[in-house]
């Protein structure tokens, strides 16, 4: 079975600062990969994702994550924090294309942002 | 379009009370989608739909049934509530069935079983 960790449950950034959100996978097959973000009180919202094209994703809001097969890992990065990116952040694979609707998820990490 | 809509946002229920949460899209999508959301676990999945009359189980479906009879309607229902399912239950839907399309989430519906 598949499974996704996600290193930190919460992150605290200053403003300005790197972001930097950390995803690992175990998947015995090139796996689809996704970020979502979730804001206080709303559904889920798809940032960027993996699809074995190019190993750097670039996503929306400054976001991008890079596919690295060697260490299993998705990270998510975004070069200046903003008061706006405070959220809920998850990791998530899926096995295979045809499985591709079938998420498994990680537990998540909450991004503080400091003023 | 309204996207996914769920109701009700908001939900107290006894132990052993039964309801139905409602989905439903009007994005014509085939693939919807049940999670569940726990502190520190993630979402995960309960019973997801490929197409009208087709359903099956995800990674936690005990407790839950689904159907599907139309495209855009996806509900779930709790046979007799068990305070393990309290939760944030989360509806999504998706253009298709195969392929990593992106998925479209619903609000959520806050569920509380005393």
């Known amino acids: 079975a598949q499974s996704v960790t996600q290193l930190g449950s919460h992150v605290s950034v200053s403003e300005g600062a790197l972001v930097l959100l950390r995803c690992n996978y175990s998947?015995?097959?090139?796996?689809?990969l996704f970020w979502y973000v979730q804001y206080p009180n709303q559904g889920l919202q798809l940032l960027l994702k993996?699809?074995?094209?190019?190993?750097l994703v670039k996503g929306i809001n400054g976001f991008e994550a890079e596919f690295k097969k060697s260490e299993t890992s998705f990270h998510l990065t975004k070069p200046s924090a903003h008061m706006s990116d405070a959220a809920e952040y998850f990791c998530?694979?899926?096995?295979?294309?045809?499985?591709?609707?079938?998420?498994?998820f990680g537990g998540g990490t909450r991004v503080l942002v400091k003023p | 379009n309204a996207g996914v809509t769920q109701t009700p946002k908001f939900q107290v229920l006894k132990t052993g009370q039964s309801m139905t949460l409602q989905c439903a899209q009007d994005?014509?999508?085939?693939?919807m989608s049940w999670y569940r959301q726990d502190p520190g676990m993630g979402l995960r999945l309960i019973h997801y739909?490929?197409?009208?009359?087709?359903?099956d189980q995800g990674e936690v479906p005990n407790g839950y049934n689904v159907s599907r009879s139309t495209t855009e309607d996806f509900p779930l229902r709790l046979l007799s509530a068990a305070p393990s399912q309290t939760s944030v239950y989360f509806c999504?839907?998706?253009?298709?069935?195969?392929?990593?399309?992106?998925?479209?989430f619903g609000p959520g519906t806050r569920l509380t079983v005393t």
């Open positions: 999504a839907s998706s253009l298709q069935v195969i392929d990593p399309y992106e998925q479209y």
């Open positions: 998947s015995s097959v090139p796996p689809y």
């Open positions: 993996y699809t074995s094209a190019a190993t």
């Open positions: 998530a694979v899926s096995a295979s294309k045809a499985a591709g609707n079938k998420l498994t």
């Open positions: 994005m014509n999508h085939e693939y």
């Open positions: 739909s490929v197409g009208a009359g087709i359903t």
